[in-house]
């Protein structure tokens, strides 16, 4: 994925037969995902613009530009959507995208290299760091708090973590 852009939603299936899809925002304020069009997918093969139409469970109902019956939006389904980030808010210097903050370089309060970060979940509780490393065992779930992540340094490509007791 492209350093300039940032997933800002995904299409979760047709909406009705008028080729209306239901629309995941992961955006902080939801509705602004219309005002980040046109959105595109991955690689930059579609573009779409976006018009809200109105509101499902867990999202949106949405008319995207040239899917015009059911069958085009169903072959949508699972499509995130992308943003260029010069189009989104700059953020407080406490907050980051989740895009940053993938591929980052673990270290512990002491320096040493326990992993690097593979995904950011959010199960409603608050940002979970998904880290693995080489001498991991399985996979560590790391709340992204600041007890628990007390610096991340973008610059240098690397978060410094400390850790509760025995999760490493």
Do not use: W
Request: proline share 6%.
């Amino acid at each position: 994925m492209s350093d300039d852009l940032v997933c800002v939603g995904a299409i979760a299936g047709a909406f009705g037969v008028r080729g209306e899809v239901r629309l995941k925002s992961f955006c902080a304020e939801p509705e602004d995902i219309e005002a980040y069009a046109p959105l595109s997918t991955e690689d930059g093969s579609r573009s779409f613009s976006i018009q809200l139409t109105g509101s499902a469970k867990n999202g949106f109902i949405a008319r995207l530009g040239g899917v015009l019956t059911k069958e085009d939006a169903d072959a949508l389904r699972g499509v995130s959507l992308f943003a260029p980030r010069d189009r989104l808010p700059s953020l407080p210097d406490d907050e980051y995208y989740h895009a940053d903050l993938i591929g980052l370089q673990v270290l512990d309060t002491g320096g040493t290299a326990l992993g690097e970060v593979r995904a950011v979940l959010n199960h409603g509780a608050g940002d979970l760091l998904e880290i693995h490393g080489p001498g991991l065992k399985a996979t560590v779930l790391l709340p992204f708090t600041l007890a628990a992540v007390p610096t991340v340094d973008l610059a240098s490509g690397r978060i410094i973590i400390d850790p509760p007791d025995g999760l490493f």
